[in-house]
């Protein structure tokens, strides 16, 4: 079954600081990639990449899939203390549209 | 948009109870639903997932079972609970199969 690793585990920044979330996955079934933002409750989705190369930008929060790394990147600039959350990586990988989660990266700023 | 909507959200239960889970979805017709897990607040596991009425996958081996009785229902249930059972169950809905899954909020349930 694939895999799907992001580092770091946890991270703490301070406000204004910039960024960068990994995501690394496996092939054997990839369609697309997804990024969520989870609070206290449901996961709430972020972006959806599914071709190399292209950026995906919301606000402050932007995203891109390098099929020939494997991997994807979450950049989040200017943070702020409200960014605080679990951000979570995760493979559709065959027809059913089944996810595969990573452990997630804790994400703290500090004011 | 959809949404979806889950109940309770928090439950505890003794060790041997039965349980069940509903989960409705808003906005959409024919989707894919699945049940989630999700243990000390990371990974979340899939459990089931479904394609239409009546049309159950089990990722896992385990105690809890579901059923989708209605388009837009997705129920899941357990006859006697485990210790084990304890966890964040999440409900997701997608459109299509590469389509994103947008969750409910989800129940916190404590088995004792």
């Known amino acids: 079954e694939d895999k799907v690793v992001q580092s770091p585990l946890s991270l703490v920044v301070h406000e204004g600081d910039t960024v960068t979330l990994n995501c690394s996955y496996e092939?054997?079934?990839?369609?697309?990639l997804l990024w969520y933002k989870q609070e206290k409750k449901a996961p709430t989705f972020l972006f959806m990449l599914t071709s190399s190369g292209i950026e995906k930008k919301s606000g402050r929060l932007s995203s891109i899939l390098d099929k020939k790394e494997l991997s994807s990147i979450l950049n989040i600039t200017a943070t702020q203390t409200g960014d605080s959350a679990i951000y979570l990586c995760a493979e559709i990988y065959n027809q059913g549209g089944k996810l595969i989660f990573g452990q997630g990266t804790e994400l703290s700023v500090k004011p | 948009s959809q949404t979806i909507h889950q109940w309770p959200a928090t439950l505890v239960q003794p060790v041997g109870s039965p349980l069940s889970l509903e989960c409705t979805v808003e906005?959409?017709?024919?989707?894919?639903l699945y049940w989630y897990r999700q243990a000390a607040g990371r990974g979340l596991q899939l459990l089931f997932y479904?394609?239409?009425?009546?049309?159950i996958s089990s990722e896992v081996p385990q105690n809890l079972s579901a059923s989708r009785p209605q388009d837009r229902q997705f129920i899941l249930s357990s006859k006697k609970l485990l210790l084990s059972d304890s966890g964040f169950y999440l409900c997701?809905?997608?459109?299509?199969?590469?389509?994103?899954?947008?969750f409910g909020d989800g129940t916190r349930l404590s088995i004792l």
């Open positions: 479904s394609v239409g009425i009546g049309q």
């Open positions: 092939v054997t079934n990839f369609r697309s």
């Open positions: 997701a809905s997608s459109r299509g199969p590469n389509q994103p899954q947008h």
């Open positions: 906005g959409t017709s024919n989707p894919n």
